[in-house]
């Protein structure tokens, strides 16, 4: 069981650059979302799904975007990146259906954007 | 505007025991929880409250007053591969979590 898996580990990006961010769990979990973390700030959410199909904006939602098209999948993609966008993104995952409802977190993505 | 703040850092002696603080104020109030950060890696679940009160799970326990606002986790007999950032998050009343910038605890020998 991999639980969450986040791909590529790592990436260095020229600014203006398309790029997507892919996220899988396999947990059959209902909720997925997307953090960035930056030295010094907490996690902030960009984008979450509370199910298949559906997604919202969380607080920094501004240069990406998501799509769920199933359970298991929630990529994330930055139509044109910029400088202000290197950063830690972790994708987590969480049952969504109690009020004790954990957040599982991939080991993360490194973007670098020059 | 909603914000948790914790100490950004702290030193510990291996073996000791050493207690971190957390105070928020939310939009609403569904639970607090700690997590557990190793540097590179991602964060990893540590505890929950959702009732004042303490919460204790082997070394580590987790306190929190909803009327204050504040919370901390308590770790007992450190260990060096404690050495971690701990993170306070809040979920607020549209159930998404609030997130501090965590405490980095330094543990020596």
């Known amino acids: 069981i991999a639980g969450i898996t986040q791909a590529p580990t790592s990436q260095i990006l020229a600014a203006g650059r398309r790029m997507t961010l892919r996220c899988t769990q396999d947990m059959r979990h209902n909720a997925m979302y997307w953090y960035r973390q930056d030295l010094g700030l907490g996690l902030r959410l960009i984008h979450y799904?509370?199910?298949?199909?559906?997604?919202g904006k969380g607080e920094v939602p501004d240069g990406y975007s998501v799509s769920r098209a199933n359970t298991d999948d929630f990529p994330l993609t930055l139509a044109s990146a910029v400088p202000s966008q290197t950063s830690v993104y972790f994708c987590a995952s969480s049952d969504g259906t109690s009020d004790f409802d954990t957040q599982y977190f991939g080991p993360g993505t490194r973007l670098t954007v020059l | 505007g909603q914000n948790i703040d914790q100490p950004t850092e702290m030193t510990a002696t291996e073996g000791a025991i050493v207690q971190i603080n957390c105070t928020y104020q939310?939009?609403?109030?569904?639970?607090l929880f700690w997590y557990q950060q190793h540097a590179g890696e991602a964060p990893t679940f540590l505890s929950y409250n959702v009732l004042d009160g303490l919460e204790e799970k082997g070394r580590f326990s987790s306190f929190l007053s909803r009327s204050k606002g504040y919370s901390y986790l308590l770790l007992k007999e450190l260990q060096m591969k404690d050495s971690a950032s701990y993170l306070c998050?809040?979920?607020?009343?549209?159930?998404?979590?609030?997130w501090g910038a965590g405490t980095k605890l330094i543990i020596k020998p």
């Open positions: 939310t939009s609403g109030f569904n639970g």
């Open positions: 799904s509370n199910t298949a199909g559906t997604t």
């Open positions: 998050a809040v979920r607020d009343s549209n159930y998404q979590l609030i």
